[in-house]
T-cell receptor, first 116, second 109 residues
Framework: EPEVTQTPSHQVTQMGQEVILRCVPI?????FYWYRQILGQKVEFLVS????????KSEIFDDQFSVERPDGSNFTLKIRSTKLEDSAMYFC??????????????FGEGSRLTVL | RKEVEQDPGPFNVPEGATVAFNCTYS??????FFWYRQDCRKEPKLLMS???SGNEDGRFTAQLNRASQYISLLIRDSKLSDSATYLC??????????FGKGTTLSVSS
């Protein structure tokens, strides 16, 4: 069964360091997303990406964040200068073509980021 | 005002029980509605979509009341494997999914 894969599964970093989280979406999917979940909190939308550009972003997704699809398969989230409050589980998700309101996002297993 | 509100629980029920979860949403422009399931420290997975007329999938029944901006999920004959957090999710056309914080269910033998 096709799946979304994410690396690393866990990353520990020092405050102020840059972090890149990687995702390989399902191969025929066209819409890509990053969500995050702080421990004990809700799943929060960060950004969506379609046709090689950001289609929507939340207020969380400030100038410290960027996304890229460098090679047609990987989809990356970069945090330029991490803060303690960036510690969370980051989920990548993808959605296939079809009805625009289709809600089934396929999530990866997540990358847990711990900022010290 | 929170966009999607759920009773966090936990709901502790014995096997075989029937349990119902509720959810309210604030954006009247919401057009699509879903229940996702999230196991502890795992990714969310779609449980079922919610249609205006109500819909059923085995032991699970979902209902939508657009006038009250209210969504429900009913689980009949609870199994141990139903223990998880149930996320109410809404979507306005052209935007991303918005998740509630979830309701935790614990089914015991």
């Amino acid at each position: 069964e096709p799946e979304v894969t994410q690396t690393p599964s866990h990353q520990v970093t020092q405050m102020g360091q840059e972090v890149i989280l990687r995702c390989v979406p399902i191969s025929n999917h066209l819409y890509f997303y990053w969500y995050r979940q702080i421990l004990g909190q809700k799943v929060e939308f960060l950004v969506s990406f379609y046709n090689n550009e950001i289609s929507e972003k939340s207020e969380i997704f400030d100038d410290q964040f960027s996304v890229e699809r460098p090679d047609g398969s990987n989809f990356t989230l970069k945090i330029r200068s991490t803060k303690l409050e960036d510690s969370a589980m980051y989920f990548c998700a993808s959605r296939g073509p079809g009805r625009f309101n289709t809600g089934e996002l396929f999530f990866g297993e997540g990358s847990r980021l711990t900022v010290l | 005002r929170k966009e999607v509100e759920q009773d966090p629980g936990p709901f502790n029920v014995p096997e075989g029980a029937t349990v119902a979860f509720n959810c309210t949403y604030s954006n009247s422009a919401s057009q699509s509605f879903f229940w996702y399931r999230q196991d502890c420290r795992k990714e969310p997975k779609l449980l079922m979509s919610v249609y205006s007329s109500g819909n059923e999938d085995g032991r699970f029944t979902a209902q939508l009341n657009r006038a009250s901006q209210y969504i429900s999920l009913l689980i009949r004959d609870s199994k141990l494997s139903d223990s998880a957090t149930y996320l109410c999710v809404v979507k306005v056309a052209g935007t991303a999914l918005i998740f509630g914080k979830g309701t935790t269910l614990s089914v015991s033998s």
